[in-house]
């Protein structure tokens, strides 16, 4: 169970941070080492106030960020498991922010297999094919995906919006089109890569602040729609990696947000607890 639990939490995007990764269709190229990547610093930055410039650009990726109340998606997810093993599956997410995650996956025949309601302090999940249902604190989501997730940064995570992007910024490299960002955090070394223009996100790679953990991630944003105002990734490739390896490609196919929503989750009289 718990390798869907897997793709319920974190394909559905998403993503994020403790395994590796082989490539889909798309190749998203191969992962660099934060300490190989050259970078400009105020010295090389065409005698720029690289303080400034970074000060500025992050202050865009903030205003940048996705504002919603509510959140709904259809989504189409493939998964290579540790074992080169595929999977394809389609998820409905729905999401009230600061409150409530709902998602439903289904097979190749539209039957439902696994549902799940997360909110700030649980995580319920009802394995239908089974007729089992859990229910745990948050520190399960964090099991399962080898991600320090909760609510919030998994909102994040979901709607497409930076994560784990500390303030303290050490370093800029500049790239044709493209700015390069190291952000040192409480967890993560974050090579976060904007579009110069506008400021939407390219990729982010992750490398674990504890190096005896060994943890990488590299996120890989594209196809991008304006709705409503608000630039949205379409298409997210995650390759994550440590002890073990997988990769994720989620394609949203139907996405809109700040409607009204219902999140129904109950658990049937002869399921169960698992």
Known sequence: MKKNVFILLLAPFLLWSCHSVRHLKKSIGPVVPVDTISVVTADTVLREDSGAIIRENYSRIME??????????????????????????????RMFKDSVIWITMTGMLGIEGLRACITNDSVKILDKTKKEYTIRTMAYLQEVTALPLDLSSLQELLIGNPVFLDSTITSMNRSGTNISFLSMGEFFKNLFTIVDSDKKIVSCKLDDMDNARNRTCYLDYDGYENHEGKNFATERHISVSEAKKMDLHLDFKQYSFNETLTFPFSVPKNYTRK
């Open 64 to 93: 940048n960020k996705i504002q919603y109340t509510t959140f709904s998606a259809k989504v189409d997810i493939d998964y290579i498991d540790p074992d080169g093993k595929k999977t394809n599956v389609n998820a409905h997410i």
